[in-house]
């Protein structure tokens, strides 16, 4: 966000933006870095400029623009669904994933970043379903475009690009052989280096300082299997929303682990052998995909060393909603072959409404209990409402480029974008930092 308010303003002082690398472009006087962090591209940032320009930086820009951009991943998800199903599961996929509390707090604040990356991941898996169907080089140009700038957004989409070849190449069969003509692959090359061309030169400019940035955040401990067992661990922990818990420092009243549990079984029961033979062949082909892309989306964040957080192994969104959403639909499907014609529709609605409510109302459950938590508390640390006190005292007490503490002009913009839009309460402002400011009542601890 820092970016795009610099496009605008170009005020910021520059230690507020250190953060920013790679080359850097000037429209109309105004500098733009290609790189947020040596790992992070500036896609976002890009995006948001014109909102800046528009509405400025406040808490409801920031706000509703990464809700924004989740609201376009529901509705990419569905259509992408719609085309993978080819029937209901579709939107019992969408409401689990609506609901679900960790995709609804990072859709709010998007710590990770991961709002792009999600949208990026689920256009693309559009798209390139769009042509191994039709064989339409546009929608591969769109789809590989989409995969290169999702890697552009940031370094471990390529964890979701390694995922989709796996999963492929293993169930992709003769239709993908022979869709994989040399148009094909030059159309898909050259899209896919476009949108990752800055992240190209950048890398190339900096001696691969992407791979020198990871590796400096390299905090590997344990055995791989154990890696795999802690992902998998921390995925379950986003689908009952404790991750969630841990990340804002605040208990939930309601955390069920039940959730993951359901999400797990779904996950197996398309891998069963009895149940794989009774699936149609769209059926069998769209869980396997789902399963194995998920599957090596794991494996891939464990063999990572810096993969172990929450906004992490959320690359595998919406993996499990899909998952669950195709066997909902598939139960509902043999409880209703067991009824008469006349009233099968009913009951496969039924059954299915029945088996979506159970996780659905779970998680809003669990959603709702976060969001009393936070209304009840203010939030503690960085994510307190009372950051906009700060907001506040910075303006104040340091207008302009010349009056701005450098050490503090990060947590300035941090405030107008975590605040709440109903205004802030009175009291002790705690955030994470470097500085104290007893005279004024901020005290910023570390």
């Not at 994933?97 to 995709?103: E, K, T, V």
């Not at 995969?147 to 552009?152: A, K, Q, T």
């Not at 905090?219 to 009952?240: C, I, M, N, T, Y």
């Not at 709702?368 to 303006?395: C, F, H, K, N, P």
Request: proline share 4%.
């Amino acid at each position: 966000m820092l970016a795009g308010l610099f496009f605008v303003q170009g005020d910021i002082p520059a230690a507020a933006f250190a953060f920013g690398t790679g080359p850097e472009v000037s429209i109309f006087g105004h500098p733009m870095s290609s790189m947020s962090m040596t790992y992070i591209g500036a896609v976002k940032n890009i995006a948001f400029t014109p909102v800046a320009a528009l509405f400025g930086v406040t808490i409801e820009s920031v706000r509703y623009f990464t809700i924004a951009l989740s609201a376009a991943t529901m509705l990419a998800t569905y259509i992408f669904a719609r085309r993978l199903f080819r029937d209901a599961a579709a939107a019992v996929a969408v409401a689990l994933l609506a609901f679900d509390p960790s995709f609804v707090f990072y859709s709010r604040v998007d710590f990770g970043p991961v709002v792009v990356m999600l949208l990026l991941k689920t256009l693309a898996a559009w798209q390139l379903l769009r042509w191994y169907e039709t064989g339409r080089h546009s929608s591969l140009a769109i789809g590989a475009f989409l995969l290169g700038l999702g890697l552009y957004d940031k370094a471990n989409f390529a964890w979701v690009i390694a995922a989709f070849v796996v999963a492929a190449a293993i169930l992709g069969g003769r239709r993908l052989r022979a869709r994989l003509t040399r148009r094909a692959v030059l159309v898909a090359a050259v899209a896919f280096l476009v949108g990752c061309l800055p992240l190209l030169i950048y890398n190339a400019g900096s001696g691969f300082g992407t791979l020198a940035g990871y590796d400096a955040l390299s905090e590997r401990a344990g055995s791989f299997p154990f890696q795999v067992a802690h992902r998998v661990a921390v995925l379950g922990d986003l689908l009952d929303g404790s991750a969630v818990s841990e990340v804002l420092e605040l208990p939930f009243p309601h955390r069920f682990l039940v959730l993951p549990l359901i999400f797990g079984i779904a996950a197996g029961v398309i891998a069963l052998p009895a149940v794989r033979r009774r699936l149609d062949a769209r059926a069998l082909r769209a869980g396997s995909f789902i399963v194995v892309s998920l599957a090596v989306t794991l494996l891939l964040a464990a063999a990572t060393s810096v993969g172990f957080k929450g906004h992490h192994v959320l690359t595998t969104y919406p993996l499990p909603h899909l998952a669950l959403a195709l066997v909902i639909v598939q139960m509902a499907r043999v409880v209703a072959r067991h009824v008469r014609d006349g009233r099968r529709v009913a009951v496969f609605a039924s059954t299915a409404g029945v088996l979506a409510v159970i996780p659905v109302a779970l998680s809003a459950l669990t959603r709702t209990g976060m969001l009393d938590a936070l209304q009840e508390s203010g939030g503690r640390a960085e994510w307190s409402d009372r950051i906009v006190l700060l907001d506040e005292y910075l303006t104040r007490e340091h207008e302009g480029p010349a009056g701005h503490d450098d050490r503090l002009g990060h947590r300035q913009q941090s405030a107008r974008s975590l605040g709440r839009a109903d205004g802030a309460h009175g009291g002790l402002v705690r955030l994470r930092g470097g500085c104290n400011h007893g005279s004024t009542g901020l005290h910023v601890r570390s």
